[in-house]
C-alpha cells in the first residue's frame, strides 16, 4: 500500500494527540513515516507502527530564515521518503510543507489544523493582515488539489471558506476513546467542585477562573476550583509560580500537579471550567471530561471548545468579553446539581455522536482512501 509521510512540529505533542492516526493507517496496510521536532519522544511513535524522523526543533521558530530552513529540510524529507500523500499538522508545518511538496513534487497533500493559533488571535491591524493572507493561502491550496481538515466550522469561516466545500473536512478534535473515558459518579455536593486542566499560561484564563469562583464565593455561592496543570518555564504567557501559589491560599482555591490517572480528577470534580484561549483546536481535556459525563462552561473564546459545548444541553457557553457571565454560569451549577448532572449524561452522548477516536480515525481512513484512488475503508 501507499506510504504516508506525516510532518509535525514537536514529537510530543504527535504523540499526544495523533498516534491513532498511525494506528488508523497502520489498519489500511500504509507505510507510515512521522517527522517532528525532537524532544526525545521518537520511541512512542515508532512503538505505534511508524518511521520516525526527528527534525532540528529550530526550523519552526517565527523568522523567515527558519521558515526557508524549514521549507528545505522538509523538501529533503520528502525527496528521501517519496510519500503517496504528506499529512501537515499545524500551522507552521502546514506553511512549511506546502511549500515543501511543491518542491518535492508531492501532489497529495492534507493540511491538518487543529487550531489557526496566531491566524485568530492577534488583533488590530496586524491581525487584519495575517487573516487577510490565510484567507489567500487556503483558497490557494484548495484549488489545487490540497484537502484542509479542521476542528471548528467557525475557523472555514474565519479563512473565507465555505464550510461545505467538498475540500474541506471536519472532525472532532483528535477524538476520546468512550470506553477508557467512562462516566463517573458525582461527587457529593455542596460545594460545587470546579477543575481548571490546561497548561497554565495567561492565555487560557486560569486567572479568570480565579476571579469568577471569588466572585461567586463572595455573593455566598458554596464553590471551589482545582487548577490542575504544571507550571511553565519563565515566560511571556507563563503563569509565575508565585503567583499560582497566591491563588491557592484564597479561600476555595487549589492548586495541584496533573495526577497520572486524569479519572480522579473526575471522580473528585462536577465540571469543567474553560474560561479562555482561542486559536486552538478541540482539547482533548474537553472531551475527556464529557466523556466521563462531566459538563462544561466555556466561554466564546474558546474557539473550538465553545463548537463542542451547546448551551444549555452540556453545560454553558458565555460571552468572553463579559466576565460577569462567567460569575452567573458558575452560580447556576452551583445552585442546580440535578441540572449539572442532567448536561454531564448530555456531554457523553455529544462524544459518542462524531468526537470518539474511532469515528475520527475512519474520518481520516475515507478521506486517505479517496485521495489515493483506493477502495472503500474497512
Same mark, same amino acid.
Given at each position: ?156 469561516? /474565519?479563512? !473565507? ?7 474541506? %473536512?471536519?472532525?472532532? @478534535? #483528535?477524538?476520546? $476513546?468512550? +470506553? ?124 473550538? /471548545?465553545? !463548537? ?7 453545560? %454553558?457557553?458565555?460571552? @468572553? #468579553?463579559?466576565? $460577569?457571565? +462567567? ?52
Amino acid at each position: 500500500m501507499a506510504k504516508l509521510l506525516f510532518i509535525g512540529t514537536r514529537d510530543w505533542l504527535f504523540a499526544r494527540h495523533h498516534l491513532p492516526l498511525v494506528r488508523a493507517a497502520r489498519e489500511r496496510d500504509h507505510e507510515v513515516v512521522v517527522a517532528a521536532g525532537d524532544h526525545g519522544h521518537g520511541g512512542r511513535i515508532t512503538a505505534a507502527g511508524a518511521r520516525f524522523v526527528p527534525l532540528d526543533s529550530g526550523i519552526w521558530r517565527n523568522n523567515p530564515v527558519a521558515l526557508a530552513r524549514g521549507i528545505d529540510t522538509l523538501r529533503r524529507v520528502m525527496l528521501e521518503h517519496a510519500p503517496a500523500l504528506v499529512q501537515l499538522h499545524g500551522v507552521r508545518a502546514a506553511l512549511a510543507g506546502s511549500a515543501a511538496a511543491r518542491l518535492a513534487a508531492v501532489p497529495r497533500r492534507i493540511l491538518a489544523l487543529n487550531g489557526l493559533g496566531a491566524i485568530s488571535t492577534t488583533t488590530g491591524p496586524p491581525g487584519d493582515g495575517l487573516r487577510a493572507v490565510a484567507r489567500l493561502l487556503a483558497g490557494s491550496a484548495l484549488s489545487s488539489g490540497t484537502r484542509l481538515v479542521l476542528d471548528n466550522p467557525a475557523d472555514a469561516t /474565519a479563512l !473565507g471558506l465555505d464550510p461545505a466545500n467538498p475540500a474541506l %473536512r471536519l472532525t472532532g @478534535g #483528535a477524538g476520546v $476513546d468512550p +470506553l477508557i473515558h467512562m462516566p463517573e459518579p458525582m461527587p457529593w455536593s455542596p460545594p460545587l467542585k470546579l477543575a481548571f486542566v490546561s497548561p497554565l499560561l495567561w492565555t487560557h484564563g486560569p486567572n479568570l477562573a480565579v476571579d469568577a469562583v471569588g466572585k461567586a464565593r463572595a455573593a455566598g455561592v458554596d464553590v471551589t476550583l482545582s487548577l490542575i496543570g504544571a507550571p511553565f518555564p519563565p515566560g511571556r504567557s507563563a503563569v509565575p509560580a508565585a503567583v499560582l501559589e497566591g491563588w491557592s491560599r484564597l479561600p476555595g482555591i487549589g492548586w495541584f500537579a496533573p495526577p497520572s490517572d486524569m479519572a480522579q480528577v473526575w471522580q473528585q470534580h462536577h465540571a469543567l471550567i474553560v474560561p479562555a484561549g482561542g486559536g486552538d483546536g478541540l482539547p482533548g481535556i474537553v472531551l475527556q471530561a464529557a466523556a466521563t459525563a462531566r459538563p462544561l462552561i466555556v466561554t466564546s473564546s474558546t474557539g473550538a /471548545a465553545a !463548537g463542542f459545548v451547546r448551551d444549555g444541553v452540556d453545560g %454553558r457557553v458565555v460571552d @468572553g #468579553a463579559d466576565p $460577569d457571565a +462567567l460569575v452567573e454560569a458558575v452560580i447556576q451549577f452551583a445552585r442546580a446539581p440535578a441540572l449539572v448532572e442532567r448536561m454531564g449524561r448530555a456531554a457523553r452522548e455529544r462524544v459518542l455522536d462524531g468526537y470518539t477516536e474511532r469515528q475520527v480515525m475512519d474520518t481520516f481512513k475515507r478521506l486517505w482512501a479517496d485521495m489515493l484512488g483506493e477502495g472503500p475503508t474497512a
